[in-house]
């Protein structure tokens, strides 16, 4: 059979252009169309782009991507969260905690990254208004130097007023807290309870987290104090760290059956008093149980936890408040010598500044008599909120010291916005920045 041919020839190109151009549109349209059927599918499974709210949508269409972690992404593969036997409660122990974290991670790779150095911070009071009249307004202002430092530094934070077990209240209230929010963040590695009354007062300082690679729990305190003299304020439980594992799990247990929701607390509290020379009242106290965990089960804990005592993870106000003028004099002076230190820049570039400035602060010390800022400042005895302080100092001497330390810190924030508290002690009061100041 003859083999049929289709002429090709300019003349015949010619003659039919416009029917060529007309079939060539459709074939375009055909083609858009199929592409943009395709990608909705796709997209209604997951978006492959981020749609700003810029494009006229509701946020709750746009693909939320905060540091390269995906929170949009939850892949139907059943996980810990699936098991109705689950409890967030203290009251019902977690097994194989490690596993069943380590497999979340592994279904949401984004969060794995990074997830060695990731903290949640913790903190909270009562779900009552404070009895002092000052109290709300320090509390807040307190809360605020937390959020404060958790966004400078890329920590997620979570305040809590209310008591997630009815019968552990007062400073039992945060291992229930502790407890919940390490089911409620598998993605990190660390949980970070600082009390409400104490303030970060070094708002450029991070945690050495490589320093406590082999530890699960930091608590600030004294050796001599624990292991030698039996000294229930050898540590202050009022600021730590525990690591998001098993170990953690099961101490946290331990450490809470000594608490008001167990029936033996009474007698815990006669065993605390016995063994500790110094502890004046008979309840038993989170302090107090910690530390005789230390000294009675020292095998099984006392290896996985650190006690700090090298730099001011959490400083006793009284030795601090006082040296806030000097410490600021002497950074003052640092700045005026180094140009580069006094240039205006975007808070989001406060780490790169902070890595500079320690190389001017390596002679300043950590602790107590140094001039570096204290990391955090712990207004230890004064009760903010309820007013009940320290009998030993009076009440408006810890309201004076606490506006001190926080317009300190809020100083460090504010000049990322062109302002100052010219006076430590006037909170109200802020003035702008001139251009290379100290200079």
Not at 60 to 87: A, K
Not at 93 to 104: A, F, L, M, S, V
């Amino acid at each position: 059979m003859a083999k049929t041919t289709v002429p090709c020839n300019f003349s015949w190109l010619s003659k039919h252009r416009s029917l060529l151009f007309g079939a060539a549109i459709i074939l375009v349209l055909i083609l858009c169309a199929l592409f943009f059927l395709s990608g909705s599918r796709s997209s209604a499974a997951r978006s492959a782009k981020s749609v700003s709210a810029s494009d006229g949508v509701t946020s709750q269409n746009c693909s939320i991507r905060v540091d390269d972690v995906d929170l949009e992404f939850d892949p139907p593969n059943s996980t810990f969260y699936d098991d109705p036997s689950l409890s967030y409660s203290l009251n019902k122990p977690i097994q194989n905690w490690d596993e069943k974290r380590r497999e979340w991670l592994q279904n949401h790779p984004s969060f794995a990254a990074g997830a060695r150095d990731r903290v949640l911070l913790l903190t909270g009071s009562q779900p009552s208004p404070c009895k002092n009249s000052n109290g709300d307004h320090l509390m807040l202002r307190s809360f605020k130097n937390k959020v404060d430092y958790c966004r400078i530094h890329g920590c997620d934070v979570f305040y809590s007023n209310t008591f997630l077990h009815p019968k552990m209240r007062s400073y039992w209230a945060k291992l229930p807290l502790v407890r919940a929010a390490m089911v409620a963040h598998p993605e990190a590695e660390w949980i970070w309870w600082v009390d409400s009354d104490a303030v970060f007062t070094d708002m450029e300082f991070k945690l050495p987290l490589r320093r406590y690679n082999d530890h699960n729990l930091v608590v600030h305190g004294w050796a001599h104090l624990i292991y030698r003299k039996r000294s229930w304020v050898g540590v202050n439980a009022g600021v730590f760290m525990i690591r998001n594992c098993q170990w953690a799990m099961d101490f946290i247990q331990v450490w809470a059956n000594m608490g008001p929701q167990s029936p033996d607390f009474k007698k815990w509290g006669r065993i605390q008093k016995a063994t500790f020379p110094d502890k004046m009242f008979p309840e038993s106290d989170d302090q107090s149980a910690l530390i005789y965990l230390m000294l009675k089960e020292k095998e099984k804990w006392t290896d996985k936890i650190y006690v700090e005592g090298e730099y001011y993870f959490q400083g006793y106000w009284l030795d601090v408040v006082g040296t806030l003028d000097n410490v600021t004099a002497s950074y003052v002076e640092i700045e005026e010598g180094v140009r580069m230190l006094r240039r205006r820049h975007a808070e989001k570039e406060a780490e790169s500044y902070a890595a500079l400035r320690e190389t001017y602060l390596s002679d300043a010390g950590y602790g107590r008599g140094s001039w570096r800022r204290p990391f955090i400042t712990h207004f230890t005895g004064c009760q903010p909120c309820n007013g009940e302080h320290n009998p030993a100092y009076k009440g408006e001497f810890c309201w004076v010291g606490m506006e001190r330390a926080l317009n300190f810190a809020d100083n460090q924030v504010l000049r990322r916005y062109g302002f100052v508290h010219p006076h430590l002690q006037e909170s109200s009061s802020v003035s702008a920045l001139p251009f290379d100041v100290p200079a």
